[in-house]
């Protein structure tokens, strides 16, 4: 897989008190609009990329960085 530098996924973003709720109740929850066309684009094609290439372990880790990511966010962000 090419070295790509894909876009931060550090940006601060809110959530309202239904998602927040929607998260305690089923641990998950829907955020849109979090990247833009542009970053979508990058990470579009990376997946795509190691999907096409069949490069498991590189797919695998692109997930395991999202998952972190936004696991990490959720954690500083959402009081249980």
């Given amino acids: ?7 931060s996924l550090t ?3 809110s959530i ?3 998602q927040t709720e ?3 109740k089923n641990g998950h929850t ?3 609009n979090i990247l ?3 970053e979508i684009a990058v990470y579009r094609d990376v997946i795509n990329e190691a999907a096409y290439k ?6 695998m880790k692109f997930v395991s960085i999202i998952l972190i ?5 959720f954690a500083q962000h959402i009081k249980y």
């Fill in 1 to 7: 897989m090419n070295d790509v530098q894909l876009p």
């Fill in 11 to 13: 940006n601060t973003i």
């Fill in 16 to 18: 309202d008190a239904a």
């Fill in 22 to 24: 929607a998260f305690q």
């Fill in 30 to 32: 829907l955020v849109k």
């Fill in 36 to 38: 833009n066309a542009d």
């Fill in 54 to 59: 069949k490069d498991k372990l590189a797919l």
């Fill in 69 to 73: 990511t936004v696991s990490n966010w």
